[in-house]
């Protein structure tokens, strides 16, 4: 099959493209989403949530090949296997690319790994998602921006979770960007309609040589089986995690009960309550 824009091989089939034409169709796509949602400037101060996975590596690729002012902060969950090898990858990475990498982990921050978390709370995946929220927020601060490497699959994922489990309020969360909240860095999605395979294609065609391995605590959450169903259901009806965000873009404008956002009383951090959730199992740990 020839690409349909050079007589060149394809590498990608729909849209038939070969290894430059596919790079410049993400490339564009990406692009085209910071500007069409007001995502980002060449002004702002950008911090990259990044994991040393496909997501972040390759957003960390795109922004910073495009002259933005990005730094890369990474959560050490304290995974044996996994994510110490994934963090060593985006320390070299970093390095090659005179990118600023700060590291904070769950053991210095929270008192323990995830690792022996898991053993107390069951799936891991419900404290660890909190903590790791809590520790970006709040080392986030001074940064204009924090850009996040979430893709379509990601999102869709995200709007089917929230309407099995009735939690529509979560919505105004959702999106390209969130909503500007006093105490919160505003967080950015430049991959939002990029599927997933794409950024595990365009990862490879450019080299940037990242273990594509799961999270060994991710089949047990809620998520891996949205995820699971999901996939079936676009194997059987090719679009459906677009029309899934695409429908979730033009219905989001509809109010939803948001609760007040207050101050926690324990790290000053903004929470929901008067304790924030990263407290409240901060302190079950300990007892």
């Given at each position: 099959m020839k690409c349909s824009k050079c007589e060149n091989a394809a590498i990608y089939e729909k849209p038939a493209l070969c290894k430059e034409?596919?790079?410049?169709?993400?490339?564009?796509?990406?692009?085209?989403?910071?500007?069409?949602?007001?995502l980002l400037s060449k002004k702002d101060k950008i911090c990259v949530a990044a994991s040393g996975g496909k997501d972040s590596v390759s957003l960390l690729y795109v922004l910073h090949k495009y002259g933005y002012s990005v730094e890369a902060l990474a959560i050490d969950e304290g995974i044996?296997?996994?994510?110490?090898?994934?963090?060593?990858?985006?320390?070299?990475?970093?390095?090659e690319k005179n990118i600023v990498l700060r590291i904070f982990s769950y053991k210095d921050e929270v008192g323990s790994t995830i690792d022996i978390l898991s053993k107390k709370y069951s799936p891991a995946c419900s404290v660890c998602g909190t903590f790791r929220r809590?520790?970006?927020?709040?080392?986030?601060?001074?940064?204009?921006?924090?850009?996040t490497g979430h893709n379509l699959d990601d999102e869709s994922q995200a709007v089917l979770m929230n309407i099995l489990k009735a939690q529509t309020s979560l919505f105004a969360r959702q999106g390209p960007k969130t909503s500007s909240?006093?105490?919160?860095?505003?967080?950015?999605?430049?991959?939002?309609?990029?599927?997933?395979?794409?950024?595990?294609?365009?990862?490879?065609?450019?080299?940037l040589n990242v273990d594509f391995k799961e999270c060994p605590y991710a089949p047990q959450?809620?998520?891996?089986?949205?995820?699971?169903?999901?996939?079936?259901?676009?194997?059987?009806?090719?679009?459906?995690?677009?029309?899934?965000?695409?429908?979730?873009?033009?219905?989001?404008?509809?109010?939803t009960e948001r609760k007040e956002?207050?101050?926690?009383?324990?790290?000053?951090?903004?929470?929901?309550?008067?304790?924030c959730k990263a407290c409240r199992i901060k302190a079950e740990i300990k007892q």
């Open positions: 034409h596919f790079n410049e169709y993400f490339e564009k796509k990406v692009l085209k989403t910071i500007k069409e949602y007001d044996a296997g996994y994510r110490d090898e994934s963090l060593e990858f985006l320390k070299k990475f970093c390095s809590h520790l970006l927020e709040k080392h986030s601060k001074g940064y204009d921006k924090i850009v909240v006093k105490g919160f860095t505003q967080k950015v999605k430049p991959f939002y309609f990029i599927k997933e395979k794409e950024v595990m294609i365009y990862a490879y065609l450019n080299g959450s809620f998520r891996a089986h949205v995820r699971d169903l999901l996939n079936e259901y676009e194997a059987k009806n090719p679009g459906a995690k677009m029309n899934i965000v695409l429908h979730y873009l033009k219905s989001r404008n509809i109010k956002i207050k101050t926690c009383s324990k790290c000053g951090m903004p929470s929901s309550g008067n304790i």
